[in-house]
C-alpha cells in the first residue's frame, strides 16, 4: 500500500509553519513523491488546498537533493493514482505477423473511485493500433482477471505497449486509475512479467504561478539495497569486537575507521545507526564507552572536552534520545504544559521590550522598563523552580541505561583529569550531555521532542528561549556567568548559581548506580513491560452480533499500551479492562477507508493459544494519530515472531473480502504487511541488516586510505614513523606486536568489505534484496 504521513495541522493561518522531518522508506521502483496541502475539517472530509509532485528525477538531479519553495499545483482526479498491476507478456511472430499476448492477472491497492470507497475496475490494452479489454470486477481495489487478452499488429517497427486501468461508471464517463507502458525495445529483449507500479496520464505538471501558494521544501534521496542478514554477519562481528579491544589502540577497525571519515553532515545518522545495531545486540554501553575512552584520550584542553560534534558526542546524544525520551517528558511536560497554557510575555532584554504588549497583557497600567523586567523576573524563577525541581528529583525514573552510561563516562574523565583544579570537569561532561543536549533543547523546540503537538507561538518562543539559556548556565554549572554579551540576564545570577549546588548533589546520585550492568540491554529493554507507550481514546469496532444494526459499529474506548499489552476500559479512570498481550499480535496495519466507509482505521490481527487468527478493529481521529498508533504498536510487537507476511486492507462483509473478493474468512492476505513504523521518530525499530549495510557504505569512503596507511607500504620503519608523529603507531611508540595487530586488522577488515562487493554485485544481477535508506550524500 502507499505510505502516508501528515505534520501538525496549524490553525487559522495563511502562512502556516512545520519545521518537521520525516523519513520515508519507498521501493526502489518508486516513481514519484507527491505531498498534499490540506485544510483539515473537523466535520466531513478534509478539503484539498493543491499539491506538490516531485518526480524520482527531479529529487535525485542535485546530490544534496531539493531545497526551496514550490508552486502547489491544482489535484486532478487523472493524475492521482496508485496501486500495482500484475502482467505477463509475450511476443510471437508467425505467418501473419507478430501477435501479442497480455496475460493481466490482477491489480492491488487501487484508488477508490466510488463513494462505496472500492471502484469497478477494468484493463485496457493497446498495441499495434489495436485495443481490447478485460471484463469488469465490480467493487474492489484487489480485482483478479486471469484474463488473456491477444492483439495481432502487421509487420513492420515494432510499437511500445500499453495498458490502462479505468473504473467503470454507469452515469457518466470512466474514472482514470492508472497506466503502465513498455517501450519496444523492452518487448523485444526481455518481455515483461510480474508487478508494476502504476502510473498517472503523461502529461505536465500544471503550475498554478503562486495563485494557490507554495510550499518550502527540503527533499533528499538515498538509495541502498539490503542484503540477506548472513552477508553481513562478518562485518557485524568486526563492529562487535572492536569495542572489546582496548580503545586507544585502535587504529583499524571499522569504528576507527569510521571516526575518521564520517563527515559532519553524516555523523549525526552514523551515530543513530551505530547505537541502535548495538543497542539491539545488548552492547550500547561497550560503544559508547570505547568512543567516550577514544575521545577522552586525545583531549588535552578539558574545556573543550566533548564540545564539538565528534562521533562520540552525537552517539551519546542519539543513545539519549533513543532510550531516554519517556524519562524527558516525565520532567519536562508538566511545566513546558504550563508555560503553552499561560502565555505570559516575558523578557529581560531592554532592546527588546514591548511595554505596549507588556501592558496588554499583564498590567493595568502603563508599565515600565523595571516594572517588566521584575515581572519577567518573577516568572522566569517561577518556570526555573520548577524546572530545577523536575530535574534534581528525577533520578529515580531515569533509565538505568542512561544512568550506567553517564557512569562511565564519569569514571572515564575523571581518570584522565585527576588533578584538583580539574574537579569540576568529571561533572560538567555528564551535565554538558543532559543538561545542553537533552534538557535545554526540548525546552527551547518542545514540537521537536514530541513535548507538544504544536509549535509555539512568537511570544511563547520568547519564554522558552530565555529558559533553555537558563537552563544552559546551569548545566554549565554557572562557569561563565556575566562573561558573554548578554548581560541583561544578569538578573537570573543569583537563582542559577544558587541551583548549581542541587545539579551537583543530582549528578552524584545520578551515577550512584549499583552493579555492573552495561548501559543498553537488548530490543525489548526499550519497551518495558510496565511502562505505557502510548494511551488515548480510540473508536474500537464491537465484536460482531448476530444482528445487522451494529454489525459494523464503533464505540469509543479509551486505550493503553504498554511493552506487555494493549487495554482498554470506557474511561481513563476505568477498573474493567480487557486487553490484548502484546505478544499475541502479528501484524499492525491500516484498513482501506470502503471496508467501513470510515477514514483513519487501522486492525491488530492477533493469534490465540489454538492458532487462530483475530482481528481488532480501531479508528483514529485523524491520520496523524494514526500513524503515532501504528508506530507505537509496531515498536511494543517488534521483538515478536512469526509476523504475517500479509493480510486483508478490507473486512469481511457480505460473505467476501471487501478487498480482494474471496469468499472464505480464512483466506490468505492479499496485501503485503509493513514492519516498519510510519514516522521518522526515536522510536524506529531495530533493523540490524539496515543498520549495517549503511555502515558499509560508509566504511568504503576510508577503504583506500586504510590500504596505504597500512598494507602498501609494507616497510614502515617504527623508527621513522615515531619521529615524525604520523605513521599508525604514532600514538603507541614503536611497539611492533601492535603495528602487527592493525596490520592484521586492517586486512581482515579489507577482506569483508571486498566479500560484500560480491555479494551486491551478485544481488543486484539477480534483482533480489530488500530496501532500505541509504546513507547520507557525502
Given at each position: 500500500?502507499?505510505?502516508?504521513?501528515?505534520t501538525?495541522?496549524?490553525?487559522?493561518?495563511?502562512?502556516?509553519?512545520?519545521?518537521?522531518?520525516?523519513?520515508v522508506?519507498?521501493?526502489?521502483?518508486?516513481?514519484?513523491?507527491?505531498?498534499?496541502?490540506?485544510?483539515e475539517?473537523?466535520?466531513g472530509?478534509?478539503?484539498?488546498?493543491?499539491?506538490?509532485?516531485?518526480?524520482?528525477?527531479?529529487?535525485?538531479?542535485?546530490?544534496?537533493?531539493?531545497?526551496?519553495?514550490?508552486?502547489?499545483?491544482?489535484?486532478?482526479?487523472?493524475?492521482?493514482?496508485?496501486?500495482?498491476?500484475?502482467?505477463?507478456?509475450?511476443?510471437?511472430?508467425d505467418?501473419?505477423?507478430?501477435c501479442?499476448?497480455?496475460?493481466?492477472?490482477?491489480?492491488?491497492?487501487?484508488?477508490?473511485?466510488?463513494?462505496?470507497?472500492?471502484?469497478?475496475?477494468?484493463?485496457?490494452?493497446?498495441?499495434?493500433?489495436?485495443?481490447?479489454?478485460?471484463?469488469?470486477?465490480?467493487?474492489?481495489?484487489?480485482?483478479?482477471?486471469?484474463?488473456?487478452?491477444?492483439?495481432?499488429?502487421?509487420?513492420?517497427?515494432?510499437?511500445?505497449?500499453?495498458?490502462?486501468?479505468?473504473?467503470?461508471?454507469?452515469?457518466?464517463?470512466?474514472?482514470?486509475l492508472?497506466?503502465?507502458e513498455?517501450?519496444?525495445?523492452?518487448?523485444?529483449?526481455?518481455?515483461?512479467?510480474?508487478?508494476?507500479?502504476l502510473?498517472?496520464?503523461?502529461?505536465?505538471?500544471?503550475?498554478?504561478?503562486?495563485?494557490?501558494?507554495?510550499?518550502?521544501?527540503?527533499?533528499?534521496?538515498?538509495?541502498?539495497?539490503?542484503?540477506?542478514?548472513?552477508?553481513?554477519?562478518?562485518?557485524?562481528?568486526?563492529?562487535?569486537?572492536?569495542?572489546?579491544?582496548?580503545?586507544?589502540?585502535?587504529?583499524?577497525?571499522?569504528?576507527?575507521?569510521?571516526?575518521?571519515?564520517?563527515?559532519?553532515?553524516?555523523?549525526?545518522?552514523?551515530?543513530?545507526?551505530?547505537?541502535?545495531?548495538?543497542?539491539?545486540?545488548?552492547?550500547?554501553?561497550?560503544?559508547?564507552?570505547?568512543?567516550?575512552?577514544r575521545?577522552?584520550?586525545?583531549?588535552?584542553?578539558p574545556?573543550?572536552?566533548?564540545?564539538s560534534?565528534s562521533?562520540?558526542?552525537?552517539?551519546?546524544?542519539?543513545?539519549?534520545?533513543?532510550?531516554?525520551?519517556?524519562?524527558?517528558?516525565?520532567?519536562?511536560?508538566?511545566?513546558?504544559?504550563?508555560?503553552?497554557?499561560?502565555?505570559?510575555?516575558?523578557?529581560?532584554?531592554?532592546?527588546?521590550m514591548?511595554?505596549?504588549?507588556?501592558?496588554?497583557?499583564?498590567?493595568?497600567?502603563?508599565?515600565?522598563?523595571?516594572?517588566?523586567?521584575?515581572?519577567?523576573?518573577?516568572?522566569?524563577?517561577?518556570?526555573?523552580?520548577?524546572?530545577?525541581?523536575?530535574?534534581?528529583?528525577?533520578?529515580?525514573?531515569?533509565?538505568?541505561?542512561?544512568?550506567?552510561?553517564?557512569?562511565?563516562?564519569?569514571?572515564?574523565?575523571?581518570?584522565?583529569f585527576?588533578?584538583?583544579?580539574?574537579?569540576?570537569?568529571?561533572?560538567?561532561?555528564?551535565?554538558?550531555?543532559?543538561?545542553?543536549r537533552?534538557?535545554?533543547?526540548?525546552?527551547?523546540?518542545?514540537?521537536?521532542?514530541?513535548?507538544?503537538?504544536?509549535?509555539?507561538?512568537?511570544?511563547?518562543?520568547?519564554?522558552?528561549?530565555?529558559?533553555?539559556?537558563?537552563?544552559?548556565?546551569?548545566?554549565?554549572?554557572?562557569?561563565?556567568?556575566?562573561?558573554?554579551?548578554?548581560?541583561?540576564?544578569?538578573?537570573?545570577?543569583?537563582?542559577l548559581?544558587?541551583?548549581?549546588?542541587?545539579?551537583?548533589?543530582?549528578?552524584?546520585?545520578?551515577?550512584?548506580?549499583?552493579?555492573?550492568?552495561?548501559?543498553?540491554?537488548?530490543?525489548?529493554?526499550?519497551?518495558?513491560?510496565?511502562?505505557?507507550?502510548?494511551?488515548?481514546?480510540?473508536?474500537?469496532?464491537?465484536?460482531?452480533?448476530a444482528?445487522?444494526?451494529?454489525?459494523?459499529?464503533?464505540?469509543?474506548?479509551?486505550?493503553?499500551?504498554?511493552?506487555?499489552?494493549?487495554?482498554c476500559?470506557?474511561?481513563?479512570?476505568?477498573?474493567?479492562?480487557?486487553?490484548?498481550?502484546?505478544?499475541?499480535?502479528?501484524?499492525?496495519?491500516?484498513?482501506?477507508?470502503?471496508?467501513?466507509?470510515?477514514?483513519?482505521?487501522?486492525?491488530?490481527?492477533?493469534?490465540?493459544?489454538?492458532?487462530a487468527?483475530?482481528?481488532?478493529?480501531?479508528?483514529?481521529?485523524?491520520?496523524?494519530?494514526?500513524?503515532?498508533?501504528?508506530?507505537?504498536?509496531?515498536?511494543?510487537?517488534?521483538?515478536?515472531?512469526?509476523k504475517?507476511?500479509?493480510?486483508?486492507?478490507?473486512a469481511?462483509?457480505?460473505?467476501?473480502?471487501?478487498?480482494?473478493?474471496?469468499?472464505?474468512?480464512?483466506?490468505?492476505?492479499?496485501?503485503?504487511?509493513?514492519?516498519?513504523?510510519t514516522?521518522?521518530?526515536w522510536?524506529?525499530?531495530?533493523?540490524?541488516?539496515?543498520?549495517?549495510?549503511?555502515?558499509?557504505?560508509?566504511?568504503?569512503?576510508?577503504?583506500?586510505?586504510?590500504?596505504?596507511?597500512?598494507?602498501?607500504?609494507?616497510?614502515?620503519?617504527?623508527?621513522?614513523?615515531?619521529?615524525?608523529?604520523?605513521?599508525?603507531?604514532?600514538?603507541?611508540?614503536?611497539?611492533?606486536?601492535v603495528?602487527?595487530?592493525?596490520?592484521?586488522?586492517?586486512?581482515?577488515?579489507?577482506?569483508?568489505?571486498?566479500?560484500l562487493?560480491?555479494?551486491?554485485?551478485?544481488?543486484?544481477?539477480?534483482g533480489?534484496?530488500?530496501?532500505?535508506?541509504?546513507?547520507?550524500?557525502?
Amino acid at each position: 500500500m502507499g505510505r502516508e504521513w501528515g505534520t501538525a495541522t496549524v490553525w487559522r493561518s495563511l502562512s502556516p509553519f512545520w519545521g518537521e522531518e520525516y523519513t520515508v522508506h519507498l521501493p526502489l521502483d518508486f516513481h514519484h513523491l507527491a505531498l498534499y496541502v490540506l485544510d483539515e475539517d473537523t466535520v466531513g472530509h478534509d478539503d484539498v488546498i493543491g499539491k506538490i509532485s516531485l518526480s524520482k528525477e527531479a529529487i535525485t538531479a542535485d546530490p544534496r537533493g531539493i531545497d526551496s519553495w514550490i508552486n502547489l499545483s491544482p489535484v486532478h482526479p487523472d493524475a492521482e493514482v496508485q496501486g500495482e498491476i500484475c502482467l505477463a507478456v509475450q511476443v510471437q511472430e508467425d505467418a501473419h505477423g507478430r501477435c501479442l499476448r497480455c496475460h493481466v492477472l490482477q491489480a492491488r491497492d487501487l484508488a477508490p473511485r466510488d463513494i462505496s470507497g472500492t471502484s469497478d475496475p477494468f484493463a485496457r490494452v493497446f498495441w499495434g493500433g489495436q485495443s481490447a479489454e478485460t471484463s469488469t470486477i465490480k467493487k474492489t481495489r484487489f480485482p483478479h482477471w486471469n484474463e488473456v487478452l491477444e492483439l495481432r499488429a502487421t509487420p513492420g517497427a515494432l510499437t511500445p505497449l500499453r495498458v490502462e486501468l479505468w473504473d467503470w461508471d454507469m452515469v457518466g464517463k470512466n474514472d482514470f486509475l492508472g497506466m503502465v507502458e513498455f517501450p519496444p525495445q523492452t518487448l523485444q529483449q526481455k518481455p515483461p512479467s510480474g508487478w508494476f507500479r502504476l502510473l498517472p496520464l503523461s502529461s505536465a505538471e500544471e503550475d498554478s504561478g503562486g495563485s494557490l501558494g507554495a510550499l518550502r521544501l527540503k527533499v533528499r534521496l538515498s538509495e541502498d539495497r539490503v542484503l540477506p542478514s548472513g552477508r553481513y554477519q562478518p562485518l557485524r562481528a568486526l563492529l562487535l569486537d572492536a569495542v572489546r579491544a582496548p580503545a586507544e589502540e585502535d587504529t583499524a577497525s571499522p569504528l576507527a575507521v569510521l571516526e575518521e571519515v564520517a563527515s559532519g553532515d553524516c555523523r549525526g545518522d552514523l551515530a543513530t545507526t551505530l547505537v541502535k545495531l548495538f543497542l539491539g545486540q545488548g552492547l550500547a554501553g561497550p560503544l559508547l564507552g570505547y568512543l567516550t575512552r577514544r575521545e577522552v584520550a586525545r583531549t588535552t584542553d578539558p574545556n573543550t572536552l566533548f564540545r564539538s560534534n565528534s562521533l562520540a558526542s552525537k552517539s551519546m546524544e542519539q543513545f539519549m534520545k533513543l532510550v531516554g525520551m519517556r524519562y524527558l517528558h516525565e520532567v519536562l511536560k508538566p511545566v513546558v504544559s504550563r508555560i503553552f497554557e499561560e502565555k505570559k510575555y516575558v523578557e529581560l532584554d531592554p532592546c527588546k521590550m514591548d511595554l505596549g504588549r507588556a501592558r496588554r497583557i499583564s498590567f493595568k497600567g502603563a508599565p515600565s522598563e523595571d516594572q517588566v523586567r521584575e515581572s519577567s523576573l518573577g516568572l522566569l524563577t517561577g518556570y526555573l523552580g520548577a524546572i530545577v525541581d523536575a530535574i534534581v528529583g528525577s533520578v529515580g525514573c531515569c533509565p538505568p541505561a542512561m544512568r550506567h552510561a553517564f557512569k562511565q563516562l564519569r569514571l572515564c574523565v575523571a581518570e584522565r583529569f585527576p588533578q584538583a583544579e580539574h574537579q569540576d570537569v568529571k561533572y560538567l561532561a555528564v551535565s554538558g550531555f543532559l543538561f545542553l543536549r537533552f534538557f535545554a533543547p526540548a525546552i527551547l523546540t518542545p514540537k521537536l521532542f514530541d513535548l507538544r503537538d504544536q509549535h509555539a507561538d512568537p511570544q511563547t518562543s520568547r519564554s522558552l528561549l530565555l529558559l533553555a539559556k537558563a537552563v544552559q548556565s546551569i548545566g554549565n554549572l554557572g562557569q561563565q556567568l556575566g562573561q558573554g554579551k548578554e548581560l541583561w540576564m544578569a538578573p537570573l545570577h543569583p537563582f542559577l548559581l544558587q541551583s548549581v549546588s542541587r545539579v551537583r548533589a543530582f549528578l552524584d546520585q545520578l551515577v550512584d548506580v549499583d552493579g555492573d550492568e552495561e548501559a543498553g540491554g537488548p530490543v525489548r529493554a526499550l519497551v518495558p513491560p510496565s511502562v505505557t507507550l502510548r494511551e488515548g481514546y480510540l473508536q474500537k469496532r464491537k465484536e460482531e452480533p448476530a444482528g445487522l444494526a451494529t454489525r459494523f459499529a464503533f464505540k469509543k474506548r479509551y486505550f493503553w499500551l504498554s511493552g506487555e499489552e494493549l487495554a482498554c476500559a470506557k474511561g481513563p479512570e476505568g477498573q474493567e479492562r480487557s486487553s490484548i498481550p502484546v505478544s499475541h499480535i502479528r501484524a499492525v496495519e491500516r484498513v482501506d477507508e470502503g471496508a467501513f466507509q470510515l477514514p483513519h482505521v487501522m486492525q491488530v490481527v492477533t493469534q490465540d493459544g489454538a492458532g487462530a487468527l483475530h482481528t481488532t478493529y480501531l479508528q483514529c481521529k485523524n491520520v496523524n494519530e494514526l500513524n503515532q498508533w501504528l508506530s507505537a504498536l509496531r515498536k511494543a510487537s517488534a521483538p515478536n515472531q512469526d509476523k504475517l507476511a500479509a493480510c486483508h486492507p478490507g473486512a469481511f462483509r457480505g460473505g467476501r473480502w471487501t478487498c480482494c473478493l474471496q469468499a472464505e474468512r480464512p483466506a490468505a492476505g492479499c496485501s503485503r504487511t509493513h514492519s516498519a513504523i510510519t514516522l521518522g521518530d526515536w522510536s524506529d525499530p531495530l533493523d540490524p541488516d539496515a543498520e549495517t549495510q549503511m555502515v558499509y557504505r560508509q566504511l568504503l569512503l576510508g577503504r583506500d586510505q586504510l590500504r596505504m596507511k597500512f598494507l602498501e607500504d609494507s616497510s614502515l620503519d617504527p623508527d621513522l614513523e615515531e619521529d615524525t608523529g604520523r605513521g599508525p603507531s604514532a600514538t603507541l611508540g614503536t611497539c611492533p606486536e601492535v603495528l602487527a595487530r592493525q596490520r592484521a586488522a586492517a586486512a581482515r577488515l579489507l577482506e569483508v568489505l571486498e566479500d560484500l562487493d560480491h555479494a551486491h554485485e551478485e544481488f543486484q544481477g539477480q534483482g533480489q534484496g530488500k530496501v532500505a535508506p541509504g546513507p547520507p550524500a557525502p
